[in-house]
T-cell receptor, first 113, second 112 residues
């Protein structure tokens, strides 16, 4: 039981490049989330998926897209990376959208130059 | 605007020196307050959920309490392995999804 896994752990992109961050959970959770964490700021919600087949914007969705591939997997795509997207990205899951305990993955540290 | 503020930003303790971390919030009609622990290079790890003023939760050397405007995380006789960043989050009543508003965290260092 690995919990929430994320790939890659580290990534360096040049401005304008695209990439997809992968997230998978094996806890049979319905809801999944993408956050970014910047120094001196709290975690901020980018997108979430309440259940398979649905996605919605969070607090800071601009510049990102998501795909809920199936119940286990939720990916985050940067179509044209910008230096402002340099951050640590965390995926999380919870049993349902009304379950307040969220379980986090280990994070992806992304640098955009 | 819903806001969560944690203090202090950083705290250095000697092993065995008890202290408290503070989380204050401006959310009205709180649905829940959550404490997480985050080790360097890792994702947050869930610790506690508090739902109503007066509620307390304990886990080993940690005890979380909640009032109408703030929460405290009390650390009794800390050990070096308690060193981590402690995050507080609240679930406001607004919004149609499981939105958590996180504070910036308190970095705790416990020295032997």
């Amino acid at each position: 039981n690995a919990g929430v896994t994320q790939t890659p752990k580290f990534q360096v992109l040049k401005t304008g490049q695209s990439m997809t961050l992968q997230c998978a959970q094996d806890m049979n959770h319905n809801s999944m989330y993408w956050y970014r964490q910047d120094p001196g700021m709290g975690l901020r919600l980018i997108y979430y998926s309440a259940s398979e087949g649905t996605t919605d914007k969070g607090e800071v969705p601009n510049g990102y897209n998501v795909s809920r591939l199936n119940k286990r997997e939720f990916s985050l795509r940067l179509e044209s990376a910008a230096p402002s997207q340099t951050s640590v990205y965390f995926c999380a899951s919870s049993p349902t959208v009304t379950s307040y305990e969220q379980y986090f993955g280990p994070g992806t540290r992304l640098t955009v130059t | 605007e819903d806001q969560v503020t944690q203090s202090p930003e950083a705290l250095r303790l000697q092993e065995g020196e008890s202290s408290s971390l503070n989380c204050s919030y401006t959310v009205s009609g709180l649905r829940g307050l959550f404490w997480y622990r985050q080790d360097p290079g890792k994702g947050p790890e869930f610790l506690f959920t508090l739902y109503s003023a007066g509620e307390e939760k304990e886990k080993e050397r940690l005890k979380a309490t909640l009032t109408k405007k703030e929460s405290f995380l009390h650390i009794t006789a800390p050990k070096p392995e308690d060193s981590a960043t402690y995050l507080c989050a609240v679930h406001p009543p607004s919004g149609g999804y499981n939105k958590l508003i996180f504070g910036a965290g308190t970095r705790l260092a416990v020295h032997p």
